[in-house]
């Protein structure tokens, strides 16, 4: 019976990645809340009142600077780990090879700039925001999204290749993540599978 999880990342990288493909939106929205509430910005001590109003003001910053610190530090481990199973990876003859870094644009474009251009940010926009966010995360954990990653992107280039397997004639295609920014036809490859059709290249 197929797994209705095709990857072999644990729920704790999957969703740090995921956060970190969100990273941008969090430090707009960030500045957004603050901006919109810099006159709740003046200490009241700690009085019951004053914490209320921190977490209704503020709460929502808050929470996304967790989401932030956790997916920072969540993808360096999860990428030390991955690196740590250098060992484990087989090598591969790449027949041809497809850049897909552009992919993390058209990411930007369909599921960031949305959910940024939004009026002003209230108990609608919070609930909006967080239903999207877990419906886009359910959908990101089952399928390659997991590479397309406009962050990851700046440091590890994403590629389309076809490759052949201890001399057999038959190429497969999969989709790799690789800190190899040039990577041509013929080159060898180690690769290290991190979900179906999905490696990373050493």
């Given at each position: 019976?197929?797994?209705?999880?095709?990857?072999?990342?644990?729920?704790?990288?999957?969703?740090?990645?995921?956060?970190?493909?969100?990273?941008?939106?969090?430090f707009?929205?960030?500045?957004?809340?603050?901006?919109?509430?810099?006159?709740?910005?003046?200490?009241?001590?700690?009085?019951?009142?004053?914490?209320?109003?921190?977490?209704?003001?503020?709460?929502?910053?808050?929470?996304?600077l967790?989401?932030?610190?956790?997916?920072?530090?969540?993808?360096?481990?999860?990428?030390?780990?991955?690196?740590?199973?250098?060992?484990?990876?087989?090598p591969?003859?790449?027949?041809?090879?497809?850049?897909?870094?552009?992919?993390?644009?058209?990411?930007?474009?369909?599921?960031?700039?949305?959910?940024?251009?939004?009026?002003?940010?209230?108990?609608?926009?919070?609930?909006?925001?967080?239903?999207?966010?877990?419906?886009?995360?359910?959908?990101?954990?089952?399928?390659?999204?997991?590479?397309?990653?406009?962050?990851?992107?700046?440091?590890?280039?994403?590629?389309?290749?076809?490759?052949?397997?201890?001399?057999?004639?038959?190429?497969?295609t999969?989709?790799?993540?690789?800190?190899?920014?040039?990577?041509?036809?013929?080159?060898?490859?180690?690769?290290?599978?991190?979900?179906?059709?999905?490696?990373?290249?050493?």
């Amino acid at each position: 019976m197929a797994s209705s999880n095709p990857h072999l990342l644990k729920s704790p990288s999957l969703f740090a990645l995921f956060c970190m493909s969100y990273l941008p939106l969090f430090f707009l929205l960030i500045i957004k809340v603050i901006v919109a509430n810099k006159n709740y910005l003046n200490y009241g001590g700690f009085t019951e009142a004053a914490t209320f109003t921190f977490f209704e003001k503020f709460g929502f910053v808050l929470i996304l600077l967790l989401l932030s610190i956790y997916a920072l530090i969540g993808v360096k481990m999860t990428f030390r780990n991955i690196k740590s199973k250098k060992a484990n990876a087989f090598p591969v003859i790449v027949s041809s090879i497809k850049p897909k870094n552009e992919e993390a644009l058209s990411y930007l474009a369909t599921y960031v700039i949305p959910l940024l251009m939004q009026g002003e940010i209230g108990l609608f926009e919070y609930t909006t925001f967080f239903i999207l966010f877990i419906l886009y995360y359910k959908l990101y954990s089952t399928s390659s999204l997991i590479l397309i990653n406009p962050i990851l992107n700046t440091k590890y280039g994403l590629y389309e290749i076809e490759y052949s397997y201890n001399d057999s004639s038959e190429n497969k295609t999969a989709l790799i993540i690789s800190q190899h920014r040039w990577i041509d036809e013929g080159e060898e490859l180690k690769i290290f599978k991190l979900s179906h059709r999905l490696f990373f290249a050493f």
